[in-house]
């Protein structure tokens, strides 16, 4: 699994960290999405699918 | 013509038995969607409804409907775009006090909100665990010190978020009844235009004044912080301040009181909680899905043509998003009439969806989390003190919840 988060389209609600906070930060200058671990290991994937479902802005994208 | 330009109105809806919002509920459970719009559903997802002013919009009431429709930027957040469609009179009003970015689309929002992103997100919140922590032990303190009753809402449920959010944006505390008083007024669907627009006035001048004497004297919070930035104007200032000190104060605030009262109601799932504690996260993510305290819906105006649920949205027409259909939608919350604290309810849409989610759901979340955690254990005898059905529910607010909530323990 390949994570793309596009920094450009996330408007920082921190859905992602919740959802898979060994995957995804927020930056600290302004909340905008950091992927952690761009090939997280299987036992993540559900929870990055997650992540991917619920963002509201569309920003993370995943490829098998 | 674009077809930005096209407004073509809808014809007002002529059946007899059109929807007409906001629709009233049924007496059998408030928490539930009103009858008509739940119905919307399984019949006809996206629907017509005609608004007070006797002009339609469209209803859109299925989870993924609402999704595409706040996914997708060809629905404007602007309210100053004809056809936006507004619950009251007094709503419209509201554009009077300046435009918050809610209620502009990017990129004019995205750099607005983005001067706020880094005051709400996850990790700066959850380092403010234990100070919310503190204020929700010593409010619980203070109700019971020699009472076994009082009223949770002005005792618990509001002082907690308002201290909270006050604190963030460095307003005294001690103004809390001018503001409070000045936010209900905002959200009442009972408001005249002539009382929001004062209410406003009132509201934006006291955080106008509040912003200039931190030019003299800094602190940390948000509201100097956007006056050191230098970039935006005092009155600019004031106006997203107006935001964040209404919204920080009635949205936790209603959920903390309704949540407390739909435990009460579903005693299994207040014992199940109780026995289990660390099911608190996933219940407060239930909550805010069964309850959906933004009841009356998002409003977006199309700015193209649109297909939604097999239906054309014209450009220039007006959309609301039900967003508690879409929370109790079957397809993705089977069994959703019932409140169920062990149910995965991660994708509720009760922040909404799209750029405009709730900038503030992490400080939400956790001051929910933190509130029903420290009621439940503090206080194992809560009951309600008066019958159910005297409770005052807010079916006349923009924000739905209780007026207050006699508790016993
Ligand atoms: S959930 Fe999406 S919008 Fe929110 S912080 Fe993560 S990437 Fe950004």
Redo the contacts with the bound molecule.
Sequence with gaps: MRIH?DQEK????????LAAPDV?D?REEDGI?VVLDAEPPAALHDAVRE?AAI???A??SVSD | MTTAERTAPLDAPDAPDALAVPAARAPGCPFDPAPGVARAVHEEPVTRATLWDGSACWLVTRHQDVRQVLGDQRFSADAHLPGFPFLTAGGREILSGGTTFIRQDDPEHARLRRMLTADFMVKKVEAMRPEVQRLADELIDRMTDGRTSADLVTDFALPLPSLVICLLLGVPYEDHGYFQERSRILLSLRSTAEEVRTAQLELVAYLTRLAESKRERPDDGIVSRLVARGELSFAEIATMGRLLLVAGHETTANMTALSTLALLRNPDQLARLRAEPSLVKGAVEELLRYLTIVHNGVPRVATEDVEVGGRTIRAGEGVLCTINTANRDEDVFPGGEALDVTRDARRHVAFGFGVHQCLGQPLARVELQIAVETLIRRLPGLRLDIPFEDVAFRSDMAIYGVHSLPVAW
């Design positions: 988060a996330c408007c920082g609600a921190g859905s992602c960290v995804f927020q999405v992540a963002c509201p802005a920003a993370i």
